[in-house]
């Protein structure tokens, strides 16, 4: 039986690289992505001088994580629209 794609510790190690390169794109490209990541810094900041509890940490971890993908999401249907009709729709905003 083969290796699947992506299974060899080279491949491995390429799958992190290019989903680290999809954050960065993600980052740069979308300016509420560097609101969000300035709202993640000082949501844990504020945690951790707070002093939360587990459950609080889990809670803010989920919704962070949550609001971070959909945010991806958003980004890579942004994109797909783009490839698949570069003519400007007011729908595909």
């Known amino acids: 039986?083969?290796?699947?794609?992506?299974?060899?510790?080279?491949g491995r190690l390429r799958s992190f690289g290019y989903a680290f390169s999809g954050i960065r794109t993600l980052i740069i490209s979308q300016p509420n992505a560097r609101i969000h990541a300035a709202a993640t810094i000082v949501v844990f900041t504020g945690a951790f001088l707070f002093g939360l509890s587990?459950?609080?940490w889990c809670i803010i971890i989920l919704t962070i994580a949550a609001v971070w993908t959909a945010e991806a999401l958003n980004t890579a249907l942004e994109y797909l629209a783009d490839a698949a009709s570069p003519e400007f729709h007011p729908l595909v905003k």
Do not use: C, F, K, N
């Not at 039986?1 to 080279?10: E, K, L, N, V």
């Open 1 to 10: 039986m083969g290796q699947t794609p992506g299974s060899s510790p080279g």
């Open 54 to 56: 587990r459950i609080e």
